[in-house]
């Protein structure tokens, strides 16, 4: 889970394997070169050896050389089947059989699992920033997407479908909070007004409408009407985070 920052640390095969043309034998899987003493990465060069034994792959030729299938199988496992491998431990060799999980799996249980800080810093190098699977990158859970306001004329001006933020791939009618968010400061500030409510709901939401349609106009006012909601602060340009300030300066 990306813990409500819609992004996720996932381990690359990219950076996992940054040489294609290294072998199995030079060392082409990086991390296990590097992880633990001398007797950690003995046994995890045993431990490649005998899928690669097992799967009848050669140790002995550029990674970009082997079957696609092998990659696959020694990157995210080999599921049920077991292989054989072996591997020295105090001057004798030591043999044992069992179903591969895959060197990514391998990597995530040992950065879940490990006490050391140094070896979880490390693991890092190998890892990227991808969207979260179960929000799709939207920072919210399907409860809080699953209520809508009604996409009222013009709604989607701009290009903004309705439904969109449904989260991992899932469609609903209306304007959630994601496809909100994602209109452009202008958009969202016309299409507040046009809002249908009954004497009820204005009385329950009439203020609140009233403090974000003021809090947008302010932020159009200063020349910001193209930015979207849920753009990232980070991405924003010195001028455009100075208008901010003075719109909420003037708010």
């Known amino acids: 889970m990306c813990l409500g920052l819609g992004q996720k640390m996932v381990f690359d095969p990219a950076l996992i394997v940054p040489d294609e043309t290294k072998s199995l034998d030079d060392g082409a899987v990086h991390p296990y070169r590097r992880l633990g003493g001398k007797r950690m990465v003995e046994y995890y060069k045993g431990l490649v050896r005998g899928v690669a034994r097992s799967l009848g792959a050669a140790t002995d030729v550029p990674w970009k050389r082997l079957p696609a299938e092998f990659r696959d199988r020694l990157m995210y496992g080999t599921g049920e089947q077991e292989v054989t491998f072996a591997f020295m431990r105090a001057g004798k060799v030591h043999q044992g059989k069992k179903p591969f999980e895959g060197v990514l799996h391998n990597l995530e249980r040992l950065h879940a699992e490990s006490e050391s800080e140094f070896t979880r810093n490390r693991l890092k190098a190998y890892m990227t920033l ?51 968010c994602s209109m452009p400061i202008a958009q969202a500030a016309a299409y507040l ?38 753009r990232e602060s980070g991405s924003l340009s010195g001028g455009e985070a100075q208008r901010i300030r003075l719109a909420t300066q003037i708010g």
Do not use: S, W
């Open 193 to 230: 007004p046009r809002l249908p409510l009954n004497e009820f709901q204005r009385t329950i939401a009439g203020e609140l409408v009233a403090e974000i349609l003021k809090r947008l106009n302010f932020m159009a006012e200063v020349g910001l009407g193209y930015l979207t909601l849920d």
């Open 130 to 180: 991808h969207p979260c699977d179960a929000c799709g990158g939207l920072r919210l859970k399907p409860e809080v997407l699953a209520v809508t306001l009604p996409d009222v004329a013009g709604a989607e001006a701009g290009g903004v479908p309705a439904g969109v933020g449904g989260g991992a791939g899932r469609k609903v009618p209306g304007i959630n909070i994601a496809a909100f």
